[in-house]
């Protein structure tokens, strides 16, 4: 199994509709959950950087760690099609020095006007 | 010119050629990473250097080389390259590398091996 999972894609919805993006992963070490945007021909930027389960909200972005499950999601309220991008989830073990930082495949996302 | 920048943004070679990626960032950070990204697999670390001084070494095969001369700049050496090592190759950059979430990734460069 590995240790982080992530659909692919390609994932395709009109705009303003709500947008789920999940991970799923085997290690329970991982501690601090991480969701990056990356646009065609662009580097991964982040969005959104969480520690704890329960749920974190930045504007139309909502990121929901379940630690229990070892789940964790992307929530996109209200999409555009500048949202149209691909989402990579990454997940890290440990902290100062000694980390293990492993990322998701990546989602293709195509919000349609 | 801000944040992170990267040159050349594409680069077609043989596998017998010798070329060099570079990475300059501008945003004072003291730690910077190359990672591959290949189509359909997650986002492969292969070095990380810490105020100059290479911390992380993935078991990268010895045909890529990176040199780092100072904080700003990171240099990525390519020697009988194989097409397999086609691929996006990111550079990123962070305040430490105790901090890696806080990365700002460069637009990258698209290598194809022939």
């Known amino acids: 199994q590995k240790e982080v999972e992530q659909d692919p894609g390609p994932l395709s919805v009109p705009e303003g509709a709500i947008v789920s993006l999940n991970c799923t992963y085997s290690n329970s070490a991982f501690q601090y959950f991480m969701w990056y945007r990356q646009y065609s021909r662009k580097g991964p930027e982040l969005l959104m950087y969480?520690?704890?389960?329960g749920n974190k909200e930045d504007g139309r972005f909502t990121a929901q760690v379940d630690k229990s499950s070892k789940y964790i999601s992307l929530f996109i309220r209200d999409s555009q099609p500048s949202d149209s991008a691909t989402y990579l989830c990454a997940m890290k073990i440990g902290g100062g020095s000694n980390y293990k930082l492993t990322f998701g495949k990546g989602t293709l996302l195509t919000v349609n006007p | 010119e801000t944040g992170v920048t990267q040159t050349p943004r594409h680069l077609v070679m043989g596998m017998t050629n010798k070329k060099s990626l570079k990475c300059e960032q501008h945003l004072g950070h003291n730690a910077m990473y190359w990672y591959k990204q290949s189509a359909k697999k997650p986002l492969e670390l292969m070095f990380v250097y810490n105020f100059k001084e290479q911390t992380e070494n993935n078991s990268v095969p010895s045909r890529f080389s990176p040199e780092c001369p100072n904080s700003s700049h990171l240099f990525l050496h390519l020697h009988t390259l194989q097409p397999e090592d086609s691929a996006l190759y990111l550079c990123?950059?962070?305040?430490?590398?105790?901090?890696?979430?806080?990365?700002?990734f460069g637009p990258g460069t698209r290598l194809t091996v022939l």
């Open positions: 990123a950059s962070s305040p430490h590398r105790d901090r890696p979430g806080e990365q700002f």
């Open positions: 969480t520690y704890s389960s």
